[in-house]
């Protein structure tokens, strides 16, 4: 490569790498690595360095702190010149970078060692680069390569609609391959695995990825007839999509506007079946309107309408999915907002019912009674939680007669050992008094 | 029920134990510390190991108690001979009773002893991973009674003497020599286990470090007074210095920021120790990793120490930020730096520690110039459009930072955002009377008279002649119809209304009948005496008088078109 002179003139080998071809990249390689494959947008990246000041000053090594230095590639998190440069390298590769301010640290400069507007050296080795863990748990359940770099910084949210191709291929074979348009969150009505979803959300418009799922993430794939937990790898595309509005964004009109349609939504995912989908609709509904602060009446008592009907409707997803303790806990939320709700007092027993508080379940279905004297199902539930308790009680004394029964038992054994040592040693001690004589 | 117990050997054990115990608390209730001692120490190895349960019980109770001579007998005997035992004796027993005993560890010099056994106990114990769960478990016990020290209060409106003054109180100093024992044992460990690589221990202990910086030395100031470095901080430097002994990228350990808030406010804050950081790292990366650790210290403002730290710490990092090139409109699809914005908004207003509210202007300023042009616009048009009337005096900022982009705009002949469609939409939102003519004008006061400035500004600026923003032609008598006239009459309607009131106060001498009452601390709040309440009216006229005389001006700013 042709060396590149500057402004400085000074000669610095190589080629210009910066995307405006202004000289603010140059990279020579030192040492060629190996393979074809380069790092992608994303991918956590394990290099050394060296930096040094155009004079030779070193201001930095990852060497001299014996330790590597990891980052992930592609999203600003290091200086412009190195998501651009080591973008180039291959694994085993050697080069050295030189930056112009503008590719590093700019007018800023940054803390004592880079002044201002000062050119930077690295001398960058890379030793391996991976795929971006994007699982909650970071547990490598999701990990995303990009291919195609996407659009912007905007991301599908929660209730955002994608319009996206994806390709499944278990063991190099195809499973699932079609374009489809779907909501966040209820993509599980169209046979998308969690951790495709999940993933979406970490992606940008016109992005291409490749990911590899596993354990928990593969969840939707048992669908296409594959074992359960089985890693499978998916390409994606996400080809366009609409954002849901953000909270920050609406005004207190619109977050009821919005509680609304949330409400209808999440009847209807109830109806269907979809119980925790469900939940997450009522759950943001109590988002929305946490904090709005209503000026007429009207909506004041829609908002408090809205939130109470969501509470109660939260605690009934839980008790179709059994989950007696978020159950009861979304009672409770409801009756602090309304203490007479009858239904959620009859909830709230049912629950206490099935985890044998049946206490708790019996006060319930009082207060239900008192409130509504003609309720039949609270009537049969007491006479329910009266039943129960008897025979509960019927088992605790079987329980503990026949424990005692054991235990007397055992000391009528013991006794009666005793008293069988107690006749031997009698009758060796009278064999010694009387063969005893001296 | 007979004796289940029948094995000889075992009674036989039990007795020599007790006898051992019970010859050396003859000898203490004696007062014989001398022969207990060496009755002690000419027991075998076999023996005290054998024994390490007993003895150890006796001998933590021994130390609690209490003499009355000036040198505490009992407390030197069983330190003695605890460090004796814990030589020779089985150190897991003994760990497990000192673990178990932690609701007596009260004194400072107990704790400094524990920290002293404890190593001793560790060195002892054979070399496998469960040794790490053993330290933590030290470590905890240890810290916990660091987060018992009392710490002295300061009012939230604190200045340089008081912090002066905090900084150098007692138990402040008892908090940070503790903390020194704590650190030094650490770095103890950390030398020990060195020579073990088998064994890594430096996430557990980097851990502990940064969470005792969190709590509870979260509660102290780092800041320096009159440029000299706060007592505090001089103090917690080798905490620090581990941690980078630790790990030479100590952000290697974050991996739950909530908790590690303060670690990452000192890294990033105190120079020393950010040029020890990678020098690789972009600014915006240091933005991101710091938005919800200023969040969350920011959060609770009656802490008043968590909040100075917030703003240093934003003020620092958005000073890093590169004017007019660090972000474009399409950074603003970013949730995080929405997240950072309105958290700078609650500090700027609502902020009770008045002397770092300058901190958190300039991080604001200094974040909104990171954008570049059309990023600015974007920023203040989603900013104008979600606060609400009532946030008056964020309103007000904004319109301030509105004018002066308008003429930088204005003069750089080039860029022409601020004209037409895209200027309009900005004033509609802020031309706005909330109520109509029954607004209450007082509480949108200084956004009304900020806006109505701002009007006028254009109309200086961009004469009738040139009209390039094009307020002239297309928009003046859409804001005269939906804003001024409206404005006018709500004026006339308060004026006339507060005159009246002024008027009805003055003629009726009788005291008004209190309806509402306000308690504070259950004590109730004086209303304001009848001058005070007279002042206010007066005070309300003028505000409308002054309002009405902006308004004249931009009458003759536009001539007749207004």
Request: aromatic fraction near 10%; charged fraction near 25%.
């Amino acid at each position: 490569m042709p060396p590149t002179e500057t402004n400085e003139q000074t000669t610095i080998k190589g080629e210009d790498i910066s995307p405006a071809k202004d000289g603010g990249i140059i990279k020579e390689i030192i040492k060629e690595g190996h393979g074809d494959e380069r790092p992608l947008t994303n991918d956590k990246v394990y290099v050394h360095y060296v930096g040094t000041l155009l004079d030779g000053t070193k201001f930095d090594s990852s060497r001299d702190r014996n330790q590597q230095f990891d980052f992930e590639l592609g999203k600003g998190s290091v200086i412009k010149a190195w998501d651009i440069g080591v973008a180039t390298m291959k694994r085993g590769e050697i080069c050295r970078l030189t930056c112009k301010p503008e590719y590093a640290y700019g007018e800023n400069g940054s803390g004592e060692k880079i002044p201002p507007h000062t050119t930077l050296v690295f001398e960058i080795e890379l030793f391996d680069f991976v795929g971006e863990d994007l699982s909650e748990a970071k547990d490598h359940s999701i990990v995303r390569r990009t291919l195609t770099k996407g659009e912007g910084w905007a991301k599908p949210n929660d209730g955002a609609t994608v319009e996206v191709t994806l390709k499944g291929t278990y063991q190099n074979q195809v499973f699932d391959e079609r374009t489809l348009s779907f909501t966040i969150g209820e993509g599980f009505l169209q046979n998308i695995p969690e951790g495709v979803e999940h993933a979406l959300t970490k992606m940008t418009k016109n992005e291409h990825a490749q990911l590899k799922l596993k354990s928990k993430a593969t969840t939707g794939v048992e669908k296409f007839n594959i074992p359960a937990n089985t890693p499978v790898q998916y390409d994606v595309t996400l080809i366009n999509f609409e954002k849901a509005k953000e909270t920050w964004s609406m005004n207190d009109a619109e977050k009821l506007e919005q509680a609304e349609v949330l409400k209808k939504r999440a009847g209807e995912l109830f109806t269907g079946g979809h119980y925790q989908a469900a939940v997450k609709k009522y759950n943001k509904i109590g988002d929305y309107l946490q904090t709005a602060n209503h000026e007429s009446e009207d909506d004041k008592k829609k908002a408090q309408e809205l939130k109470l009907s969501a509470q109660s409707n939260t605690a009934l997803c839980y008790l179709k999915l059994n989950d007696y303790v978020e159950c009861i806990r979304s009672c409770e939320k409801a009756l602090e907002l309304d203490p007479k709700n009858e239904k959620c007092l009859f909830r709230r027993g049912q629950c206490h019912l099935a985890m044998s508080n049946f206490e708790e379940a019996l006060k319930d279905f009082h207060d239900v009674q008192k409130l509504n004297p003609s309720n039949s199902a609270a009537a049969q539930s007491i006479q329910k939680c009266r039943d129960q308790i008897k025979a509960y009680q019927q088992k605790e004394k079987q329980l503990y007669a026949n424990i005692f029964a054991k235990m007397a038992k055992q000391n009528e054994k013991m006794e009666a050992q005793a008293a069988t040592v107690e006749v031997t040693t009698n009758e060796e001690n009278k064999e010694d008094q009387t063969t005893t004589t001296n | 029920m007979l004796n289940s117990d029948c094995n000889p050997a075992s009674s036989t054990l039990t007795d020599l134990n007790l006898s051992i115990v019970k010859e050396i608390s003859t000898l203490i209730d004696n007062s014989d510390f001398n022969e207990a001692r060496d009755y002690l120490t000419s027991l075998s190895e076999q023996q005290i190991y054998d024994n390490t349960w007993d003895l150890c019980t006796y001998l933590f109770e021994l130390l609690e108690r209490p003499s009355d001579k000036l040198c505490n007998e009992y407390e030197i005997y069983s330190e003695d001979t605890l460090t004796h035992v814990a030589q020779y004796g089985n150190p897991r027993e003994m760990l497990i009773i000192m673990l178990e005993q932690s609701d007596k560890f009260i004194s400072d010099k107990a704790f400094a002893f524990h920290i002293k056994l404890f190593f001793i106990i560790l060195k002892r114990l054979p070399l496998k991973a469960s040794i790490i769960t053993y330290i933590d478990d030290i470590l905890s016990l240890l810290k916990c009674h660091l987060t018992t020290v009392e710490l002295p209060k300061i009012t939230n409106d604190f200045a340089g003497k008081d912090l002066l003054v905090f900084n150098h109180d007692y138990r402040v100093n008892k908090l940070l020599k503790l903390t020194q024992l704590y650190v030094d044992f650490i770095c103890q460990l950390r030398d020990y286990f060195s020579t073990t690589p088998t064994i890594n221990i430096v996430p557990i202990l980097g851990k502990y470090l940064i969470s005792v910086l969190q709590n509870p030395l979260s509660s102290l100031s780092y800041e320096p007074i009159d440029s000299q470095e706060s007592s505090s901080f001089t103090l917690i430097r080798p905490l620090l210095d581990c941690l980078f002994t630790l790990n030479p990228n100590p952000l290697q350990f974050i991996d739950n920021k909530e908790d590690q808030s303060v670690f990452i406010y000192l890294v990033l804050t105190k120079k020393k120790y950010f040029s020890l950081l990678p020098c690789v790292y972009s600014p915006f990366f240091y933005l991101i990793l710091s938005i919800p650790i200023i969040q969350q210290l920011s959060n609770d403002r009656e802490q008043v120490m968590l909040t100075e730290k917030a703003c240093v710490l934003v003020s620092t990092v958005c000073s890093w930020l590169r004017p007019n090139s660090e972000f474009n409109e399409n950074s603003l699809n970013n949730n995080d730096l929405h997240t950072l914005i309105d958290t700078l908004k609650t500090c700027m207003v609502q902020s009770p520690a008045r002397q770092y509210a300058p901190l958190t202007i300039g991080a604001y300023r200094s974040l909104f110039r990171s954008f570049d042009h059309f990023g600015r616009y974007t920023f203040l048009r989603q900013q104008i459009a979600k606060t609400s009337c009532n946030e008056d005096s964020y309103r007000t900022f904004l319109c301030s930072l509105l004018k002066d982009e308008f003429l930088y705009d204005y003069r750089s002949l080039s860029s022409e955002i601020y004209k037409g469609p895209s200027l309009f939409q900005l004033l509609d939102r802020l031309c706005n009377l909330p109520n109509g003519v029954e607004s209450d004008l007082l509480e949108i006061y200084d956004c009304l008279c900020s806006t109505l400035n701002f009007i006028r500004f254009i109309g200086l600026i961009d004469k009738r002649g040139v009209n390039r923003t094009l307020l002239w032609t297309e928009r003046l008598n859409r804001l005269n119809e939906t804003f001024l006239k409206p404005l006018r009459k709500s004026i006339d309607l308060a004026r006339a209304h507060y005159k009246l009131e002024i008027r009805n106060r003055k003629e009726d001498n009788k005291p008004e009948p209190m309806d509402t009452e306000i308690l504070v601390d259950n004590k109730l709040l004086s209303m304001p005496s009848k001058q005070e309440q007279m002042e206010t009216l007066h005070s309300a006229v003028t505000k409308f008088d002054i309002l009405d005389c902006i308004l004249s001006a931009l009458t003759e700013t536009f001539g007749g078109d207004l």
